[in-house]
């Protein structure tokens, strides 16, 4: 299997470094290319002096998604998977992803359901395989949801591998979000009817856990903050109910029940003086203008989208990178 391996990272360096180690052991015959940027810890020269990197690119731009999509770009693999920076792979970790696509030990997804008289929803081709994230934010059993009669398994973008055709029918990932990204590809591909399979050998662990990292601060894995951006947060969500599924009610009352629990939360912090009124109103208020804003941009990109193609994903423009180093 040609396997690539995409990197992002963001002034992570010394995470980096172990995530790069563990990749180099458990798949040494991979592909990797490491998206920097803009980084200002050092991260090009430490990438640049290594020999288990194929491929470094420089990107501008803060925004996850958009380092994600310019790794795409770099990458000739048959199967394109994401590392965390902050992520290690644990041994198997190759084996189990191998397996996750292999047709001969599992069976052909679509050809299996056909054959097993499963209804048309369920006739999928594998597009994607994932697996647990140890002793990190990530999940450790698989999520799906049903939404609107769909279902949706949901991966973690750290840790995830799918095959070119699923990421090229897709259009990769969308860059118009700063967090949510995997989530908003986990819909689109359900909408083209892959099959998300979870490997449990395909394990990651935490770089923070490694002698090399005892003190550096924990990093969000899809291009979140440190601190809840609620804001980012109900736009990003609005904005992908809205753009997958349309202004209906039953998106509507997925985004209350949300904005209802953490409203909840939020007063339940107030009562135990852990936070202020003024700052749970506050949140109150990004939440509103969040969902508001995020409601308009789904439409829009609903209707830019009536081909199913991803309005602000990889073929939406060009010249991601500033610079590009290849050594292959």
């Known amino acids: 299997m040609q396997l690539s391996v995409v990197v992002p990272t963001l002034n992570g360096r010394t995470q980096l470094v172990a995530c790069l180690d563990a990749l180099a052991a458990v798949a040494p015959e991979s592909e990797v290319v490491v998206v920097n940027g803009p980084s200002a810890d050092g991260t090009t020269g430490m990438v640049s002096e290594r020999d288990d990197v194929d491929v470094l690119v ?13 790794g795409i770009e770099h990458t000739t693999g048959e199967h394109v998977a994401f590392v965390g920076y902050d992520r290690t792979v644990e041994p198997g970790w190759e084996d189990a992803l191998a397996a996750g696509f292999d047709t001969d030990s599992h069976g052909d997804g679509r ?8 209804p048309p929803r369920m006739r999928r081709d594998v597009g994607v395989v994932t697996g647990p994230a140890r002793s990190t934010d990530g999940p450790t059993t698989p999520e799906s949801r049903t939404i609107t009669g769909r279902e949706v398994t949901y991966f973690d973008g750290s ?25 908003d ?13 979870w490997a449990a050998g395909m394990a990651v662990g935490d770089a923070l856990g ?28 609005a904005y992908r109910l809205v753009k997958n599924y349309g202004l209906r009610p039953t998106t509507a009352r997925r985004l209350l029940s949300h904005a209802g629990r953490d409203a909840l939360t939020g007063l339940e912090s107030v009562v135990r003086g852990e936070a202020s009124p003024t700052n749970w109103v506050g949140n109150g208020r990004d939440v509103l203008t969040g969902s508001l804003r ?16 991803n309005p602000n994903g990889l073929s939406a423009r060009s010249e991601r990178a500033v610079a590009v180093h290849d050594w292959r």
């Open 159 to 183: 840790n995830v591998a799918f095959t070119r055709a699923a990421l090229e029918d897709a259009d990769g990932f969308d860059e118009y979000l700063q967090t949510g990204g995997a989530r």
């Open 294 to 309: 995020g409601n308009g941009s789904g439409l829009a990109a609903r209707w830019r989208s009536r081909d199913r193609r």
């Open 111 to 118: 050809a299996h359901a056909i054959a097993e008289g499963y």
């Open 58 to 70: 420089e990107v501008a731009d803060r925004n996850l998604n958009v380092a994600r999509n310019a």
């Open 210 to 237: 490694t002698e090399t990292a005892p003190s550096a601060p924990r990093a969000i894995s899809d291009g979140g903050r440190t601190e809840r951006d609620w804001y980012w947060k109900y736009r990003a969500l």
């Open 185 to 197: 590809l986990a819909h689109r591909l359900a909408a083209a009817e892959y099959d998300v399979r």
